[in-house]
């Protein structure tokens, strides 16, 4: 079974890039897909399929899966990003989602 | 526009049984799975079951396997989780969430219901 392994917080300043790594071995040979979620709120799709954006997503949120660490990005961080964030994958094997411990991301 | 409208706010004694709903509409109800997924204070994002688009399979958590039933009613295109000898460790927020299968070799959740909290105390 996997285990998706996030740091449990990062904080940036506005206006700067965030980087949120999701670990777990050769991650990269699998796909990934990523989640936001506000408090209060139900969880948002952000990316899915490693780096495909649904619409209405800003461009400034990416991601990208190789090795052992696949990673969101988001760009010219804004105020309304402050978040947790989740990774996930689908394991196939027992047919199941499988999510990221959860990364809170803090804007300065 | 996908929507999916989940039933109010619960609050249950220990030993108890919840059952909360999941309306959906603006797509074809037949053409996707459900998947449930709660979030307790302070924890992460736990998956508990899901269901195909006809109901004809469903998958469960290994650590709730037993206490918890997903079902569908898809004349009034509508989901249903029932956890059961419910315990303070089942206090969380649970979303019902649309899943695409068409397509896609990986499965992810692409539309949320609002949540429902479900609140166990004696």
Not at chain 1, 5 to 30: F, L, R, W, Y
Not at chain 2, 55 to 73: E, I, K, M, S, W
Request: charged share 15%; aromatic share 12%.
């Amino acid at each position: 079974s996997y285990v998706l392994t996030q740091p449990p917080s990062v904080s940036v300043a506005p206006g700067q890039t965030a980087m949120i790594a999701c670990g777990e071995s050769n991650i990269g040979s699998k796909i990934v897909h990523w989640y936001q979620q506000k408090p209060g709120q139900a969880p948002v799709l952000v990316v899915y399929d490693d780096s495909v954006r649904p619409s209405g997503i800003p461009e400034r949120f990416s991601g990208s899966n190789s090795g052992n660490t696949a990673t969101l990005t988001i760009s010219r961080v804004e105020a309304g990003d402050e978040a947790d964030y989740f990774c996930q994958v689908w394991d196939s094997s027992s047919d199941h989602p499988v999510f990221g411990t959860g990364t809170k991301v803090t804007v300065l | 526009q996908p929507h999916l409208v989940q039933s109010g706010a619960e609050e249950k004694q220990p030993g108890a049984s919840v059952k909360v709903s999941c309306k959906a509409s603006g797509y074809t109800f037949t053409n996707y799975a459900i998947i449930w997924v709660r979030r307790a204070p302070g924890q992460g994002l736990e998956w508990m079951g899901w269901i195909t688009p006809y109901g004809t399979d469903t998958y469960y958590a290994q650590n709730l396997q037993g206490r918890v039933t997903v079902t569908t009613d898809t004349s009034t295109s509508t989901a249903y989780m029932e956890l059961r000898s419910l315990t303070s460790d089942d206090t969380a927020v649970y979303f019902c969430a649309r899943v695409p299968q068409a397509g896609y070799s990986s499965y992810f959740l692409d539309y949320w219901g609002q949540g429902t909290l479900v609140t166990v105390s004696s």
